[in-house]
């Protein structure tokens, strides 16, 4: 079965620091990985999506990058965390047709 | 721009009676649609789906209706459970393109 793993699920981090989340699916092959971001009271937004290894499409500009080093595994960085980036991470896989399965998100607080 | 809108950012229903979470989206181009669940410090759950070929789909004690002509969808939940307490998003994705586009998000508090 397929399942999606997601790292770490609480993090408090200064200004300034840097990010790394990470996910891995287990169970399936060349996935589309998603990483989205819910922000307080607002919905899910669309961060980076990937179809390949390598390939990273980003939807919103901002301080925050993708990568796909392995075909199931996908990684959110930041050089250094604003303020602005606090709030509810999640990383996706689809199948086709369907919809996303998530993984358990993690809560990121910059202090 | 939002282009998936929850204008109910809550709703409290009795237990046993029905909850209507409703959804709005104004880019014709969509044409799948899904509801998802989210628990506080969890990740969304797949509820129901629906194409755009369809106007309603059931699933248990929950159906997904869409009126493509007002560019609606809506859930309804019957009956209502205190376990349904929960926030409720709604999304949409055109024919073309990988992404989904999610509401704001409408939190039901089901009453015992």
């Known amino acids: 079965s397929q399942t999606i793993h997601q790292w770490p699920a609480t993090l408090v981090q200064p200004v300034g620091s840097p990010l790394s989340l990470e996910c891995t699916v287990e169970?399936?092959?060349?996935?589309?990985l998603y990483w989205y971001r819910q922000a307080a009271g607002r919905g899910l937004q669309l961060l980076f999506y990937s179809v390949g290894i390598g390939q990273i499409s980003s939807e919103v500009p901002q301080n925050l990058s993708a990568s796909r080093p392995q075909d199931r595994q996908f990684i959110l960085s930041s050089k250094k965390l604003l303020l602005s980036d606090s709030g509810f991470y999640l990383c996706a896989w689809r199948e086709r047709p369907g919809g996303y399965t998530f993984g358990s998100g993690t809560r990121l607080t910059v202090v | 721009d939002q282009q998936v809108k929850q204008n109910s950012p809550s709703l409290s229903v009795q237990e046993g009676r029905i909850s209507i979470l409703n959804c709005d989206y104004t880019n014709s181009m969509f044409d799948y649609f899904l509801w998802y669940k989210k628990y506080p410090a969890e990740g969304p759950t797949f509820l129901i789906s629906i194409s755009s070929i369809k106007d309603k789909n059931e699933d248990g004690r929950f159906t997904v209706f869409l009126n493509k002509s007002a560019k609606h969808l809506s859930l309804h939940i019957v009956p209502s459970q205190p376990g349904d307490s929960a926030v409720y998003f709604c999304?949409?994705?055109?024919?073309?393109?990988?992404?989904?586009?999610f509401g704001t998000g409408t939190s039901l508090t089901v009453i015992p």
């Open positions: 999304a949409a994705s055109p024919y073309t393109g990988n992404q989904f586009y």
């Open positions: 169970g399936t092959s060349n996935p589309n």
